[in-house]
């Protein structure tokens, strides 16, 4: 099981699949398929051998003669070039993947949420208590979840959810004795499934 972000990101991975490199970077075999589909993204026709490894490189914040050792396996990429090479690969390659596959499928207009549910409304029945509830009416909400999935993550996209939850159904905000908002209804707990009809 999982927490909010969690559920989301995989029933949102679900729902708009794309391929990825499932092997990690720090595995040759990850880490090349990384470099190979940036060569790819930056191959022009007609280049000479290696242009295209030279710009996938560039293009990463990388140095051209490093990103040659590493094909070559002479060295292997430190943490911290991995970390500069994995963000290159998923601003690159995995999410313009997954702008087009959610733009082909649109966002969903029903959600159906299983976690700890507690909404800012007194008269709610069962608040914090694991329950399912089908929220509908929720397409231009899922279109916010879905664009803070793809440019900043499963949380920022926990975090619209519980937002435009809260809007779609008028739950106010709560706000605590030093005035810090949070949304009027939120997921809680670490058994939280997300289904889309």
């Known amino acids: 099981m999982a927490d909010l972000a969690g559920a989301l990101d995989a029933a949102l991975r679900a ?4 391929s990825e490199v499932k092997t990690p970077i720090t595995q040759r075999r990850g880490l090349l398929a990384r470099m190979n589909q940036l060569e790819k993204l ?18 990463a914040g990388i140095p ?7 094909k070559k396996g002479q060295r292997t990429p430190s943490a ?3 970390r500069r090479l994995e963000r290159a690969y998923v601003e690159q390659i995995t ?8 733009q082909g499928k649109g ?19 069962n608040n914090g208590k694991q329950r399912t509830v089908k929220l509908t009416g929720m397409k231009a909400a899922m279109r916010a979840v879905i664009r ?11 975090n619209a959810l519980e937002r435009g939850a809260a809007a779609v159904y008028r739950v106010p905000d709560n706000v605590d004795s030093d ?5 009027g209804i939120q997921f809680k707990g670490d058994e939280v499934e997300i289904e889309f009809p």
């Open 15 to 18: 729902r708009y699949r794309v």
């Open 42 to 59: 930056h191959q022009r026709k007609g280049d000479r051998p290696g242009a295209a490894g030279r710009r996938a490189a560039e293009s």
């Open 64 to 70: 051209p003669d490093q990103w040659t050792r590493w």
């Open 80 to 82: 911290r070039s991995q």
């Open 95 to 102: 999410l313009p993947a997954y702008r087009k596959s959610t």
């Open 107 to 125: 966002a969903p207009s029903k959600v159906t949420v299983t976690a700890q549910i507690w909404w800012t409304d007194s008269d709610k029945k």
């Open 148 to 158: 803070a999935w793809i440019a900043a993550g499963p949380e920022a996209a926990a």
């Open 179 to 183: 005035g810090n908002r949070t949304p």
